[in-house]
Protein backbone atom coordinates (compact mmCIF):
# COMPACT_ATOMS: atom_id res chain seq x y z
CA UNK A 1 0.00 0.00 0.00
CA UNK A 2 1.52 3.40 -0.85
CA UNK A 3 1.82 6.25 1.38
CA UNK A 4 -0.11 9.48 0.58
CA UNK A 5 1.57 12.09 -1.11
CA UNK A 6 1.55 15.59 0.37
CA UNK A 7 -0.08 18.05 -2.29
CA UNK A 8 2.30 20.98 -3.10
CA UNK A 9 2.39 23.62 -5.08
CA UNK A 10 5.49 21.86 -6.80
CA UNK A 11 2.84 18.92 -7.63
CA UNK A 12 0.46 20.64 -9.04
CA UNK A 13 2.54 22.70 -11.28
CA UNK A 14 3.82 19.39 -12.74
CA UNK A 15 0.19 18.13 -12.62
CA UNK A 16 -1.09 21.00 -15.18
CA UNK A 17 -4.83 21.70 -15.26
CA UNK A 18 -6.34 21.18 -19.51
CA UNK A 19 -5.54 24.63 -20.97
CA UNK A 20 -8.94 26.72 -20.64
CA UNK A 21 -9.27 27.67 -24.26
CA UNK A 22 -10.51 30.57 -25.32
CA UNK A 23 -14.57 30.40 -25.31
CA UNK A 24 -17.14 29.64 -22.63
CA UNK A 25 -18.12 26.10 -24.34
CA UNK A 26 -14.46 25.50 -24.26
CA UNK A 27 -14.26 25.63 -20.38
CA UNK A 28 -17.50 23.10 -20.20
CA UNK A 29 -20.54 23.12 -18.91
CA UNK A 30 -21.51 22.31 -15.32
CA UNK A 31 -24.97 21.66 -13.44
CA UNK A 32 -25.23 22.45 -10.30
CA UNK A 33 -28.41 20.16 -8.44
CA UNK A 34 -30.07 21.19 -4.87
CA UNK A 35 -30.86 24.06 -3.36
CA UNK A 36 -33.85 23.56 -1.41
CA UNK A 37 -36.36 26.10 -0.62
CA UNK A 38 -35.06 26.35 2.95
CA UNK A 39 -31.51 26.47 1.81
CA UNK A 40 -30.51 27.50 -1.92
CA UNK A 41 -27.26 28.89 -0.79
CA UNK A 42 -25.24 25.85 -0.75
CA UNK A 43 -26.10 25.52 -4.30
CA UNK A 44 -25.30 29.16 -4.95
CA UNK A 45 -21.79 29.11 -3.04
CA UNK A 46 -20.82 25.49 -5.30
CA UNK A 47 -21.93 26.93 -8.49
CA UNK A 48 -20.47 30.75 -8.29
CA UNK A 49 -17.08 28.06 -7.00
CA UNK A 50 -17.05 26.14 -10.27
CA UNK A 51 -17.26 29.37 -12.00
CA UNK A 52 -14.40 31.27 -9.92
CA UNK A 53 -11.83 27.64 -10.92
CA UNK A 54 -12.81 28.48 -14.57
CA UNK A 55 -15.68 26.30 -15.65
CA UNK A 56 -17.46 28.20 -18.97
CA UNK A 57 -21.14 27.67 -18.43
CA UNK A 58 -23.27 27.21 -15.25
CA UNK A 59 -25.97 25.76 -14.45
CA UNK A 60 -27.96 25.60 -11.31
CA UNK A 61 -31.42 23.22 -10.89
CA UNK A 62 -33.12 24.41 -7.31
CA UNK A 63 -36.54 24.29 -6.15
CA UNK A 64 -39.17 26.16 -7.88
CA UNK A 65 -40.20 28.60 -5.06
CA UNK A 66 -36.58 30.10 -5.05
CA UNK A 67 -35.38 29.60 -8.52
CA UNK A 68 -35.85 33.53 -9.34
CA UNK A 69 -33.85 34.80 -6.62
CA UNK A 70 -31.63 32.72 -7.23
CA UNK A 71 -31.39 33.66 -10.65
CA UNK A 72 -31.25 37.46 -9.85
CA UNK A 73 -27.94 36.29 -7.09
CA UNK A 74 -26.22 34.76 -9.79
CA UNK A 75 -27.08 36.73 -13.09
CA UNK A 76 -24.19 34.40 -14.94
CA UNK A 77 -26.14 31.37 -14.12
CA UNK A 78 -29.02 29.29 -16.15
CA UNK A 79 -31.46 28.31 -13.64
CA UNK A 80 -34.51 25.93 -13.52
CA UNK A 81 -36.33 25.47 -10.99
CA UNK A 82 -37.75 21.77 -10.10
CA UNK A 83 -41.24 21.02 -8.07
CA UNK A 84 -39.95 18.07 -6.51
CA UNK A 85 -37.57 19.94 -4.79
CA UNK A 86 -40.79 22.00 -3.33
CA UNK A 87 -43.34 19.44 -2.81
CA UNK A 88 -42.07 15.76 -4.29
CA UNK A 89 -44.24 16.11 -7.65
CA UNK A 90 -42.14 15.48 -10.50
CA UNK A 91 -40.56 13.35 -12.77
CA UNK A 92 -36.92 13.02 -13.57
CA UNK A 93 -37.15 14.18 -16.93
CA UNK A 94 -38.16 17.47 -15.52
CA UNK A 95 -34.34 18.11 -15.27
CA UNK A 96 -33.27 16.17 -18.95
CA UNK A 97 -32.89 19.47 -20.77
CA UNK A 98 -30.38 20.66 -18.09
CA UNK A 99 -28.32 17.76 -18.74
CA UNK A 100 -27.95 17.90 -21.91
CA UNK A 101 -24.15 18.47 -22.96
CA UNK A 102 -23.05 18.77 -19.86
CA UNK A 103 -19.35 17.73 -18.78
CA UNK A 104 -19.70 17.41 -14.96
CA UNK A 105 -22.63 17.47 -12.28
CA UNK A 106 -22.97 17.93 -8.80
CA UNK A 107 -25.57 16.77 -6.96
CA UNK A 108 -26.47 17.90 -3.30
CA UNK A 109 -25.58 21.43 -2.19
CA UNK A 110 -28.21 22.81 -0.50
CA UNK A 111 -30.54 19.45 -0.10
CA UNK A 112 -32.46 18.94 3.20
CA UNK A 113 -33.79 15.57 2.68
CA UNK A 114 -32.99 12.02 0.82
CA UNK A 115 -35.85 11.67 -1.12
CA UNK A 116 -34.98 14.86 -3.10
CA UNK A 117 -31.16 13.59 -3.36
CA UNK A 118 -32.25 10.55 -4.30
CA UNK A 119 -34.97 12.32 -7.30
CA UNK A 120 -32.24 14.32 -8.70
CA UNK A 121 -29.19 11.56 -8.48
CA UNK A 122 -31.87 9.30 -10.66
CA UNK A 123 -31.89 12.66 -13.26
CA UNK A 124 -28.26 12.77 -13.53
CA UNK A 125 -28.05 9.03 -13.97
CA UNK A 126 -31.00 8.76 -16.32
CA UNK A 127 -30.18 11.80 -18.29
CA UNK A 128 -26.82 12.86 -18.22
CA UNK A 129 -24.40 12.11 -21.08
CA UNK A 130 -22.80 8.76 -20.44
CA UNK A 131 -19.15 10.32 -20.26
CA UNK A 132 -20.30 13.50 -18.01
CA UNK A 133 -18.35 13.67 -14.43
CA UNK A 134 -20.64 13.48 -11.80
CA UNK A 135 -19.93 14.67 -7.49
CA UNK A 136 -22.03 14.11 -5.15
CA UNK A 137 -21.99 16.03 -2.19
CA UNK A 138 -24.36 16.06 1.22
CA UNK A 139 -27.55 14.13 1.21
CA UNK A 140 -26.55 12.61 -1.98
CA UNK A 141 -23.80 10.88 -0.16
CA UNK A 142 -26.39 9.72 2.16
CA UNK A 143 -28.39 7.36 -0.91
CA UNK A 144 -25.43 6.54 -2.84
CA UNK A 145 -25.05 2.65 -0.68
CA UNK A 146 -28.13 1.44 -2.07
CA UNK A 147 -28.62 3.56 -5.09
CA UNK A 148 -29.41 1.16 -8.00
CA UNK A 149 -27.33 1.81 -11.05
CA UNK A 150 -24.78 3.28 -9.30
CA UNK A 151 -21.72 1.08 -11.04
CA UNK A 152 -22.29 3.31 -14.34
CA UNK A 153 -20.55 5.96 -12.35
CA UNK A 154 -17.55 4.00 -11.82
CA UNK A 155 -14.75 5.46 -13.18
CA UNK A 156 -16.44 9.20 -13.21
CA UNK A 157 -17.32 9.95 -9.83
CA UNK A 158 -16.00 12.09 -7.21
CA UNK A 159 -17.33 12.11 -3.35
CA UNK A 160 -16.38 14.62 -0.70
CA UNK A 161 -18.31 13.19 2.33
CA UNK A 162 -17.28 14.62 6.03
CA UNK A 163 -16.70 11.70 8.59
CA UNK A 164 -20.35 11.16 9.31
CA UNK A 165 -21.50 11.45 5.54
CA UNK A 166 -18.97 8.67 5.50
CA UNK A 167 -20.10 6.21 8.14
CA UNK A 168 -23.08 6.29 5.39
CA UNK A 169 -20.80 4.87 2.76
CA UNK A 170 -19.31 2.57 4.61
CA UNK A 171 -19.89 -0.31 7.53
CA UNK A 172 -17.11 1.44 9.48
CA UNK A 173 -14.83 4.27 9.71
CA UNK A 174 -11.84 4.43 11.65
CA UNK A 175 -9.20 7.01 12.57
CA UNK A 176 -6.56 6.66 9.42
CA UNK A 177 -8.01 9.16 7.20
CA UNK A 178 -6.23 8.21 4.19
CA UNK A 179 -7.34 4.23 5.00
CA UNK A 180 -11.06 5.69 4.93
CA UNK A 181 -10.48 7.49 1.84
CA UNK A 182 -8.99 4.35 0.16
CA UNK A 183 -11.25 2.31 1.16
CA UNK A 184 -14.45 4.50 -0.39
CA UNK A 185 -12.55 4.94 -3.41
CA UNK A 186 -12.07 1.10 -3.81
CA UNK A 187 -15.96 0.25 -3.07
CA UNK A 188 -17.45 2.94 -5.21
CA UNK A 189 -15.00 3.74 -7.86
CA UNK A 190 -14.57 7.24 -7.46
CA UNK A 191 -12.10 9.73 -6.77
CA UNK A 192 -12.52 10.74 -2.91
CA UNK A 193 -11.43 14.20 -0.82
CA UNK A 194 -12.29 12.79 2.44
CA UNK A 195 -10.76 16.03 5.59
CA UNK A 196 -7.55 16.19 3.13
CA UNK A 197 -7.57 12.43 2.72
CA UNK A 198 -7.98 12.17 -1.09
CA UNK A 199 -7.80 8.80 -2.91
CA UNK A 200 -9.15 7.88 -6.23
CA UNK A 201 -9.71 4.14 -7.28
CA UNK A 202 -6.51 2.83 -8.92
CA UNK A 203 -4.96 3.10 -5.41
CA UNK A 204 -3.29 6.25 -5.67
CA UNK A 205 -3.76 8.95 -2.44
CA UNK A 206 -2.66 12.10 -1.05
CA UNK A 207 -2.90 14.34 1.94
CA UNK A 208 -3.24 17.96 1.86
CA UNK A 209 -0.75 19.43 4.68
CA UNK A 210 -2.70 22.90 5.13
CA UNK A 211 -5.65 23.86 6.34
CA UNK A 212 -7.00 24.82 9.89
CA UNK A 213 -10.63 24.58 12.11
CA UNK A 214 -12.12 27.63 9.93
CA UNK A 215 -12.94 25.77 6.89
CA UNK A 216 -15.50 24.67 9.28
CA UNK A 217 -18.24 26.43 8.48
CA UNK A 218 -21.67 26.62 6.97
CA UNK A 219 -20.91 26.14 2.65
CA UNK A 220 -17.66 25.33 2.74
CA UNK A 221 -17.68 22.00 1.61
CA UNK A 222 -20.50 23.14 -0.94
CA UNK A 223 -17.31 25.58 -1.89
CA UNK A 224 -15.62 22.32 -2.53
CA UNK A 225 -17.99 20.48 -4.47
CA UNK A 226 -18.42 23.21 -6.61
CA UNK A 227 -14.45 23.86 -6.89
CA UNK A 228 -14.18 20.45 -7.99
CA UNK A 229 -17.00 20.06 -10.11
CA UNK A 230 -16.00 23.11 -12.37
CA UNK A 231 -12.37 21.52 -12.96
CA UNK A 232 -14.08 18.67 -13.68
CA UNK A 233 -15.80 21.07 -16.37
CA UNK A 234 -12.70 22.49 -17.59
CA UNK A 235 -11.40 18.81 -18.40
CA UNK A 236 -9.60 17.37 -15.87
CA UNK A 237 -9.79 13.95 -14.74
CA UNK A 238 -11.17 13.41 -11.32
CA UNK A 239 -8.18 12.15 -8.88
CA UNK A 240 -6.60 15.75 -10.78
CA UNK A 241 -9.65 17.80 -10.00
CA UNK A 242 -9.96 16.75 -6.30
CA UNK A 243 -6.26 17.26 -5.47
CA UNK A 244 -6.15 20.95 -6.85
CA UNK A 245 -9.94 21.55 -5.76
CA UNK A 246 -8.85 20.38 -2.09
CA UNK A 247 -5.98 22.38 -2.18
CA UNK A 248 -7.30 25.24 -3.28
CA UNK A 249 -9.74 25.64 -1.04
CA UNK A 250 -7.87 24.86 2.24
CA UNK A 251 -5.42 27.35 0.70
CA UNK A 252 -8.27 29.62 0.51
CA UNK A 253 -8.61 29.76 3.69
CA UNK A 254 -4.87 29.89 4.74
CA UNK A 255 -4.97 33.51 2.98
CA UNK A 256 -7.87 34.54 4.82
CA UNK A 257 -6.67 33.99 8.09
CA UNK A 258 -4.25 36.66 8.55
CA UNK A 259 -6.96 39.28 7.30
CA UNK A 260 -9.90 37.85 8.58
CA UNK A 261 -9.25 35.65 11.69
CA UNK A 262 -8.65 31.72 11.82
CA UNK A 263 -12.18 31.27 12.71
CA UNK A 264 -14.75 33.92 11.78
CA UNK A 265 -14.60 33.73 7.71
CA UNK A 266 -17.36 33.06 5.14
CA UNK A 267 -17.61 30.17 2.52
CA UNK A 268 -18.49 33.10 0.24
CA UNK A 269 -15.07 34.65 0.95
CA UNK A 270 -13.14 31.47 0.38
CA UNK A 271 -14.69 31.61 -3.31
CA UNK A 272 -13.07 35.04 -3.86
CA UNK A 273 -9.94 33.76 -3.15
CA UNK A 274 -9.61 31.06 -5.42
CA UNK A 275 -9.15 32.35 -8.84
CA UNK A 276 -5.76 34.15 -7.40
CA UNK A 277 -4.37 31.29 -5.64
CA UNK A 278 -5.11 29.28 -9.05
CA UNK A 279 -3.39 32.16 -11.26
CA UNK A 280 -0.51 31.85 -8.96
CA UNK A 281 -0.40 28.15 -9.55
CA UNK A 282 -0.89 28.17 -13.15
CA UNK A 283 1.86 30.98 -13.75
Partial sequence: ????????????????????????????????????????????????AALRVGAGVLRLAVAQSVAAMVA????EAAVVGLSALDDGSGESDEL????????????????DNADSARYL??????????????????????????LDGRDALRGRLVLT???PEAGRLLPKVGDDKIAVAREIADRYGAAVSYENALADPDGACWSI??????????????VLAGAIAGLLARGADPAQA?????????????????????LGFLARELVDEMPRILTELEA
Avoid at 125 to 144: E, F, K, N, Q, T
Avoid at 214 to 220: I, N, V, Y
Fill in 161 to 163: PNR
Fill in 96 to 111: AARLDGVESALVGPGL
Fill in 72 to 75: VTVP
Fill in 242 to 262: VCWATYLHTAAGDRLAPRVGR
Fill in 209 to 222: PTGHAGLGTSGSGD
Fill in 1 to 48: MSAAEPVTPAVLRDWPLPQPGESKHSRGHVLVAGGSASTPGGALLAGL
Fill in 121 to 146: VRAVLDHAPADARVVLDAYALGILAD
